[in-house]
């Protein structure tokens, strides 16, 4: 496959097979949910919440596989139930809980742990294993792009809908709590959302390299503007780049996608920094 | 209930468990009064502010605001709660949290500010106005977690005020100020009390930088109230009674009263 100089010649090149296609439709939605949904993971500074959701879904992606039905459709019932739990259980996951972490982490290392003995009872398939670690462009099918369309544009409107009281319970819970907002049940909710997005992201970058389009373009977008309609659009924005870029580069070059995502992503932060860093 | 009254408690009291914060509480605070709710940590505080906006429910008795039995989200009462400061890394314009404390409850998202819709404009001249009353013209566009201390209590009494709130409750605002700040932040909540005619409880656990403003202290400790002008209640005898520790009421040069003491933590009132 050769490069040129004609930009058409090239996005002709690009997504002249089916799997292409499918790789930039599912990637475009989760680039967008992903980048709403991490704008808030980071205000709210629930990053390790979204890491845990990220690896519960690994057995349940597994789970999926071995029962014959997709393997999104796995991720999304373990991670939701993983999000409902964390919400009633453990909401200050973030807020320095030692013994809470600790818990998680015993949860986590065991969930690892499930999602490798499924994948073993599906029958050797280190590549499927691979592909949930890192992330596959090569087999998203058709109905995964379905799912993806329909749990995208749900997440995103139920974003819409608490997306003014959730800004406030998340920079000002106690005022917000005070002025009617029902903020627990809010965490609740985000964090179920989450979960949904943590399911279809995985599809692209793996349960490892999910925080480059969870995190990295909302920490991003964070740096760049104070303000909460200004940073979503921003952290959309960068989350599509880094995927479109990064699905072009695999495609033209062999190299995982995963490694150029998260590679754009990375160094976009680390620029931003810098860059804040020499003019502050 | 006094026909004028801004809150009332009636033989109100909380108990968690078994153990009461405090109990046979009857307190009145007229509309337009500037009150400071004084006492030692963990006396109760903070409760007696939580009852009042409906965020804690007593367990006896009664409290109404304005008349009207409390709930939460009632416009005509601003909260600045307890808090240390803003997380430094907290990106979010002050002007922001103050658009928030006016419609940050309601559902969906905000309309983009560039569409011509009179219902947001309207909303952003009273933001702009409280910002100006405050005095934080000069930073209201700055990420909050960037601020001073002083500055960050400035937008947050904006914020308690935007609903227009014709009470504040206003929980140590002055903790973690330097004396400048101390002085300038009571000044400006005595301004908006007198000029706004806005009724101000203000919870502080240090009784000497806030005295010379109110009109009438109310302490809690040992599980009772004990309300009055501030020459009635801060005496010698009646503040040891109170904290069950030494306390002594001195009197400066120019007739201000110091109180100056261990404050031992008080037991609580047990069943």
Redesign the interface.
């Known amino acids: 496959m050769g490069l040129s100089w004609d930009f058409l010649a090239d996005l002709q090149l690009l997504l002249q097979f089916h799997f292409m296609q499918n790789a930039y439709i599912a990637g475009t939605l989760v680039a967008i949910l992903a980048g709403v949904a991490g704008y808030f993971v980071v205000l709210r500074g629930q990053s390790f919440a979204a890491h845990m959701l990220s690896q519960v879904g690994f057995p349940g992606a597994a789970a999926g596989v071995l029962v014959h039905v997709s393997p999104v459709l796995g991720l999304i019932v373990f991670c939701v139930a993983a999000a409902i739990g964390i919400g009633y259980t453990g909401p200050n996951l973030d807020a320095g809980h030692r013994a809470e972490s600790a818990a998680v982490g015993s949860i986590l290392a065991f969930s690892l742990g499930l999602g490798l003995l499924f994948f073993r009872l599906y029958a050797g398939s280190a590549q499927g294993i691979y592909g949930f670690l890192f992330g596959t462009i090569l087999g998203i099918t058709d109905r995964d792009v379905q799912l993806t369309l329909a749990v995208a544009v749900v997440s995103l409107l139920a974003l819409a809908f608490i997306g003014r009281p959730l800004v406030f319970a998340s920079v000002d819970p106690d005022v917000a709590e005070a002025r009617g907002v029902a903020v627990r049940g809010l965490s609740i909710a985000f964090l179920v959302i989450l979960a949904f997005a943590v399911a279809i992201t995985v599809q692209i970058v793996g349960t490892l390299l999910i925080f480059a389009l969870l995190v990295t373009p909302g920490a991003a977008a964070l740096q760049l503007t104070a303000r909460p309609p200004v940073g979503v659009a921003l952290s959309i924005g960068l989350s599509i780049t880094f995927t479109w870029l990064g699905l072009a580069l695999a495609y033209f070059s062999d190299y995982p996608a995963g490694f150029f995502i998260t590679t754009l992503a990375f160094g976009t932060y680390v620029l931003i920094r810098g860059a804040r860093a020499v003019t502050a | 209930m006094a026909e004028n009254a801004a809150v009332a408690f009636a033989n109100a009291g909380i108990r968690f468990g078994h153990r009461y914060v405090w109990r046979e509480v009857d307190l009145e605070v007229l509309s337009g009064e500037f009150v400071a709710i004084l006492g030692p940590n963990g006396a109760g505080k903070s409760t007696l502010l939580k009852a009042m906006?409906g965020?804690l429910p007593l367990t006896e008795g009664t409290v109404h605001v304005f008349g009207k039995p409390v709930h939460?989200?009632n416009d005509e009462v601003g909260?600045?709660?307890q808090?240390r400061r803003f997380?430094p890394d907290?990106?979010?314009?002050a002007i922001?949290?103050v658009r928030?404390?006016l419609?940050?409850?309601?559902?969906?998202?905000?309309a983009?500010s560039w569409l011509p819709s009179s219902e947001g404009k309207a909303k952003q001249r009273r933001v702009d106005g409280m910002i100006r009353l405050v005095g934080a013209e000069a930073y209201a566009e700055?990420?909050?977690g960037e601020l001073s201390g002083g500055e960050q209590q400035r937008i947050l009494i904006a914020?308690?005020l935007v609903t227009g709130a014709r009470m504040l409750a206003l929980d140590e605002p002055l903790e973690s100020l330097d004396l400048n700040n101390q002085q300038s932040i009571s000044g400006l909540i005595q301004r908006i009390c007198h000029e706004q005619g806005v009724t101000v409880l203000l919870v502080a656990h240090d009784v000497n930088p806030i005295l010379p403003f109110v009109d009438r202290v109310v302490y809690v400790a040992g599980g009772h109230l004990v309300a009055g002008r501030p020459l009635d209640v801060i005496k010698t005898e009646i503040l040891t009674r109170l904290y069950g520790a030494a306390v002594e009421v001195l009197t400066t040069s120019d007739g201000r009263l110091v109180v100056v003491g261990q404050h031992e933590p008080v037991s609580h009132h047990e069943l």
């Open positions: 906006l965020v939460r989200g909260y600045l709660p808090r997380d907290l990106r979010i314009r922001d949290l928030l404390g419609d940050g409850a309601r559902w969906g998202v905000p983009p700055r990420p909050i914020q308690a």
